[in-house]
């Protein structure tokens, strides 16, 4: 068996080694410019992206909503990279635009941006921003949009979907009915009057909707007791009105009649904040009607009366 094993050995101990054809090298070196290539443009978006995060942290830190025009709207909405969620509001506050349905539209946008960044869950996943038309004319004619305002949600991947488009008129633009839009486009949700966010640990963070305080309702009930007392109190030596049938049925019949009014099925039901014509296009507002076709004439603008939308003259 020795003596068989020793020619193998020595044919095995004769072989040559094998080496790479020539023409290999110029692709491992061209695959490794590739892969150096690849790595430095990775690194370079993530410094990017790190760079308009900071920027918009910044910019939050100081107003809760910061104002865009169209260059700024290209850099940080529309070039990527883009890891957050971007909340924009499409408006016309100046006032030669007569647009009060914009200011306010502003105020309950305010509301809930306030109270994103002052929780304690305000991260650099969702920012509030806001275009104006006098300051981004460009911005309108880019999205095609010739109305505000407008509410759009850009998410971090991807162009935004119709559903990232706020249904004004058929919702309203209660700080609510935002957050509860917000919910269902982004990591934000809102339960019960307040907002959660999901973390990936699935721990859930209330963030309260807090609105400054209104002490109208306090003041009008302190000035409806303090009349009736002062009434009493003139009337204290002869107190038969009390006792009259017919001004308690005057009463009564008010109270029913508040009751079942329009006003009051409007306070409960929470009709539509505008209602759509569908035989000729028109939107119904309260205090006024706007047709929703672009102006005739480019340099028109048209606003409706009362709480109408205002209308942005469109480019040819």
């Known amino acids: 068996m020795g003596a068989r094993g020793a020619p193998s050995r020595r044919r095995q101990s004769g072989r040559r080694p094998r080496y790479l054809p020539t023409g290999s090298f110029p692709f491992l070196l061209l695959l490794l410019l590739l892969c150096i290539q690849l790595g430095g443009g990775q690194k370079k ?30 850099k940080f909405i529309k070039t990527p990279p883009r890891n957050y969620s971007m909340i924009v509001m499409f408006t016309a506050l100046q006032p030669q635009r007569q647009c009060s349905v914009c200011r306010q ?8 941006a306030n109270s994103w960044r002052y929780s304690s869950a305000f991260c650099n ?40 488009t706020f ?30 966010l999901a973390s990936r640990k699935l721990h859930l963070i209330a963030i309260r909707v807090f609105r ?15 009349l009736v007392g002062g009434l009493l109190y003139l009337r204290r030596n002869n107190l038969e ?41 028109q939107v119904g507002f309260p205090g006024g009607t706007v047709v929703e076709n672009p102006p005739a004439n480019a340099r028109d603008t048209v606003s409706s009366p009362g709480l109408g939308r205002s209308h942005m003259p469109r480019s040819n």
């Open 212 to 226: 400054p305080p209104n002490y109208s309702g306090t003041i009008a009930l302190a000035l409806l007791v303090s």
């Open 167 to 196: 249904d004004l008129q058929r919702i309203g633009f209660a700080a609510e009915q935002l957050a509860k839009w917000i919910a269902d486009r982004t990591d934000v949700h809102f339960l019960y009057g307040t907002f959660l």
């Open 241 to 281: 009105f009390i006792y009259n049938k017919t001004g308690w049925a005057m009463v009564s019949l008010c109270i029913v009649f508040a009751m079942t009014s329009g006003q009051m099925w409007n306070h409960i039901r929470g009709p539509p904040y505008a209602h759509k014509n569908p035989h000729n296009g």
């Open 125 to 164: 996943k969702l920012f509030f921003s806001m275009v104006d038309y006098d300051e981004g004319t460009d911005v309108f004619q880019q999205l095609n949009m010739n109305s505000a305002p407008t509410f759009m949600h850009f998410p971090p991947k991807g162009r935004p979907k119709r559903a990232d």
């Open 105 to 112: 539209a502003n105020e309950e946008y305010q509301i809930l």
């Open 45 to 74: 978006k993530e410094n990017l992206l790190a760079e308009k995060v900071e920027q918009l942290m910044e910019w939050s830190s100081r107003r809760s909503i910061f104002r865009m025009n169209g260059d700024k709207f290209r």
